[in-house]
């Protein structure tokens, strides 16, 4: 096994500590304050507790799946496949805490008795345990770019199916223009970013067109690495949009709805000039705080050595998702 060496973050510049917490100026730390109450504070002492008792692996997070197929339109992209240690201990997962190191925190996740709940605007509402979802839907792999709005790239081996799988089953009628994905949330487990996060509109969302999601692209992973899918990195299942920033995959998915009007959801009602709804990976348009022209290539190194590469539209996937946006 490797030994994997990740620069604490107190040793990293300035301008590469979590930025997607940077906005977490004075003001919106007090008003965060005041909403909870300060009491609130010793909830993640609670937490701490009782994710002891939680069993850290079953089948749905960290077992072999020897049942699917290689995708050949995503067997391999232009740079190496990010070693598993890595992509399983550089996180960003605030639900569990505010730095890259939640993957032990992460173990709390309880995923006995996961439901997923498909509802809305369906013709077929459906309510799916994890063996229904692993056994309804052909598992295949896909090797795809990740780009993280902070500017750190992966290349990571997902196993899962397309969305519009999905979609063919439940079938969502005219009225549906939208989807909102919400991620699993208790705040007797989820206390990893403590007290600054109490007033923050949890649980965590995420949202599409219909035309994002029925693209050939769109992607639940239950997997990577040819496991099931690691609670860090959104056991049981999570969502994968490789042409948009990584804070639009939600991970830990446990309700899909289909919906008329564009759902409100977490970065964007936190910081919504940061964080558009659309959020596609895009060289030419900044964001408020840093560029995104290039983006750097998590490895083993100490961060300020990662090799930086220029950030390609659509993450270099424009041939599949342009056309949603022309
Ligand atoms: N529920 C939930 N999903 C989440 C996040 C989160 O904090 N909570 N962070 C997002 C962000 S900002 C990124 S970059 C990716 C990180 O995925 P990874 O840890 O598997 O690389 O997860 C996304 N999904
Ligand atoms: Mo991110």
Known sequence: MTLIRITPSWQLPENQITPESGFLNRRRFMKSLI?????????????????????????????????????PNFAQVNRP????????????????GGSKSIWQAAQALPLEDWKVE????????????????QKKFPLEERIYRFRCVEAWAMVIPWLGFPMR?????????????????????????????????NGYPWPYT????????ANELAFFAIGMYGKTISKQNGAPLRMVTPWKYGFKGAKSIVKIEFLQEKPATFWNTLVPDEYGFQ????????????????????????????????TLPYNGYGEYVASLYS
């Open 279 to 310: 959020a596609n990976v895009n060289p030419t348009k900044p964001h408020p705080r840093w560029s995104q022209a290039t983006e750097r290539i998590v490895s083993n190194t100490p961060s300020f050595s990662w090799e930086k590469q220029p």
């Open 165 to 197: 799988e999905l979609m063919a089953a439940v079938e969502p009628n005219s009225q549906a223009k939208f989807v909102r994905f919400t991620s699993f949330y208790d705040p007797k487990i989820t206390t990893g970013p403590g007290f600054w996060a």
């Open 35 to 71: 909403g909870a109450g300060l009491t609130a504070s010793i909830l993640p002492l609670t937490g701490c507790q009782s994710s002891s008792k939680v069993k850290n692996q079953d089948k749905f997070s960290g077992q072999e799946i020897s049942n699917f197929t290689q995708n």
């Open 81 to 96: 496949v990010t070693s598993e240690d890595l992509a399983t201990k550089y996180n960003n997962f605030y639900e569990y």
């Open 118 to 133: 498909v509802s809305g605007l369906v013709k077929n509402p459906t309510t799916y345990d994890l063996d229904d979802l």
């Open 206 to 213: 995420e949202g599409l067109t219909m035309a994002e999601m």
